[in-house]
């Protein structure tokens, strides 16, 4: 037994980049919406029903953008009959016909298996035999091109069918509870055009009703939210291309050597993060999960300047500055200073580190675990822990910080077991005492004389920078900065369209995009990633009035390998 709690940071970090072309543009990937009505939208259910409990959540400002102009859409369309700019909703709501084309039905099938099947297309057998029927999927889900008849054979309600079932299979479980949904679940096929608006009622009263629901949660003290900078992007390498070196010194670099002006954008991120949170939320922000939790020494200066109370990272970070920070003892083999806040000399700024193994547990092992044993084996990682503090415990914290979106997919019932049962343990143990990020920052801090700047992935910024593809992305971006700047030095855009175009380079300087270039990553992702960034960038051109280069219709990265969780989430164990 331990001499006293231990705390326990549980993070859950919310993002996607934005989807749209251009600042108002159509959705070209629908995540934001289908992330909202399964993720968000059961974690907040999760933590209405336990009030005891005690979290973190951040939120990238990017994100909230989006959820919100998806909520107005959806609200638009059911009032006023308006089109929605997203394809899938459209389809659904009957705006938009069913393709005719071979090709264009093919990708319809496509886009409606785009997701785990072993947990969201099998539980549904009326769903499954949508495309057994025409030979879409094998024995586990995969997707297949080699149909059994000829796609211009199948009627509209073939694909009126496949698409209300994608979207009642992407709807959490707290949805997939209420009366009307249990009603379309039970009817399963021949869904009418008014069935198909009572989902979209659906969808659209979720989505409307998420920021609230967070907002109310953070008053009632019971979650702490954080957030991002505003379109996420890694602000040590805008800051400096240098910030990579401690940690890849050998890595191959960008041939530009440097992105322009790149810490006023990290400012004007940072700020503009600030000031969308605030809109939502009524608050500013005590603490802010740079993107990827990438930090450096640069990048906690300007946390400081904007007043931020903390921010955290990974674990590989964590190592790679004790080393430079010449801290090299037992308590670092040992693991045990890394459950403490970190304080760099002259700055405000805590700084936590994310235990890796215990995130990866939850991310990537407890999905095949049966929701009782993964809890008590987590639980009891924790609570030995605290033992092995002892009288230390309750000055100490273990920050769990994780993706709360993409690991729910692989668990069953969208990880609704764990999460429960996971709350109810952790809230009720006598060991474990659940505080926030703000709350652990009262806690005694041990200084940190330098940091090595990196990401909560590898403790480095690999995943970003560093290989060929990614660092022709970074080419591509300074070279639009470049333009950009000119353009604004010359006065030729009035101040609202100045505003419109540091938004759309804000677009164009997210991190998605690179994470996604390089062979390692799935082709398909790979694909509509880069050419959407290759899309971002030429609309960046067009907003500034300048023919946009040549090399922008070209791919720049091909992609082709399987990664784990669909590459959505990485490993650190």
Request: one cysteine or more; glycine letters at 6%; aromatic letters at 12%.
């Amino acid at each position: 037994m331990a001499n006293g709690q231990l705390n326990v940071v549980l993070c859950w970090h919310m993002h996607q980049p934005w989807y749209r072309n251009g600042l108002d543009g159509e959705y070209r990937l629908p995540w934001v919406y289908l992330h909202g009505i399964k993720d968000y939208s059961d974690m907040a259910a999760h933590l209405e029903k336990q009030n005891r409990m005690r979290c973190v959540v951040n939120f990238a400002p990017v994100l909230l953008e989006q959820i919100d102009d998806y909520a107005q859409q959806l609200s638009s369309f059911l009032h006023n009959g308006k089109p929605m700019q997203d394809k899938l909703l459209n389809l659904l709501a009957g705006v938009a016909p069913v393709p005719l084309d071979k090709v264009a039905r093919a990708e319809l099938i496509a886009e409606c298996q785009r997701c785990h099947a072993p947990t969201m297309i099998h539980p549904h057998p009326t769903f499954q035999r949508l495309f057994k029927m025409i030979g879409a999927t094998d024995e586990t889900g995969v997707g297949s091109k080699r149909f059994r008849c000829s796609l211009a054979h199948l009627s509209d309600q073939y694909f009126l069918d496949l698409l209300t079932w994608y979207h009642l299979a992407w709807l959490g479980q707290s949805l997939q509870e209420l009366p009307i949904v249990q009603r379309l679940l039970q009817q399963g096929s021949e869904f009418s055009l008014t069935d198909r608006r009572d989902l979209l009622s659906v969808i659209c009263d979720c989505l409307s009703g998420l920021i609230p629901r967070y907002r109310k949660l953070a008053e009632s003290g019971r979650v702490e939210l954080s957030m991002t900078p505003y379109m996420h992007p890694i602000v040590p390498l805008l800051n400096n291309f240098q910030n990579l070196r401690c940690s890849l010194p050998d890595a191959p670099v960008p041939q530009t050597t440097v992105y322009p002006d790149g810490e006023a954008r990290s400012r004007w991120h940072l700020q503009k993060g600030i000031d969308v949170f605030q809109h939502y939320f009524g608050i500013k922000p005590q603490g802010v999960w740079l993107s990827e939790g990438g930090i450096s020494e640069d990048a906690v200066q300007l946390l400081d300047e904007l007043g931020i109370r903390w921010t955290a990272s990974g674990e590989g970070v964590w190592r790679n500055s004790c080393r430079l920070s010449g801290y090299d003892g037992e308590d670092e083999h040992s693991k045990r200073s890394l459950f403490m806040p970190y304080q760099q000399p002259d700055s405000n700024v805590r700084l936590f580190f994310r235990d890796d193994g215990l995130s990866d547990l939850i991310g990537f092992k407890y999905s095949d675990w049966h929701a009782r044993d993964a809890v008590a084996d987590f639980v009891q990682h924790l609570e030995n822990i605290a033992v092995f503090l002892n009288h230390n415990a309750p000055n100490q914290v273990v920050p769990i910080i994780l993706d709360g979106e993409n690991a729910w997919e692989y668990y069953p019932k969208n990880g609704a077991y764990f999460l429960d049962a996971l709350y109810a343990a952790l809230s009720h143990s006598d060991q474990i005492k659940m505080v926030t990020f703000a709350q652990a920052s009262n806690l005694p801090t041990r200084t940190l004389p330098a940091i090595c700047a990196g990401s909560w992935v590898y403790g480095s910024f690999s995943t970003w920078i560093g290989c060929t593809d990614k660092n022709r992305g970074w080419d591509y971006l300074a070279a639009a900065k470049v333009t950009f700047d000119d353009v604004m030095a010359a006065g030729t855009l009035d101040t609202q369209q100045q505003e419109l175009v540091s938004r759309q380079l804000g677009i164009c300087e997210g991190s998605d995009w690179f994470w996604w270039f390089g062979d390692y990553n799935p082709a398909d992702s790979v694909r509509d990633f880069e050419h959407l960034f290759r899309q971002q960038l030429r609309k960046l051109y067009e907003m500034l009035g300048v023919i946009a280069p040549t090399y922008l219709d070209k791919p720049m990265s091909q992609g082709g390998a399987s990664a784990e969780n669909a590459g959505t989430m990485r490993r650190n164990t």
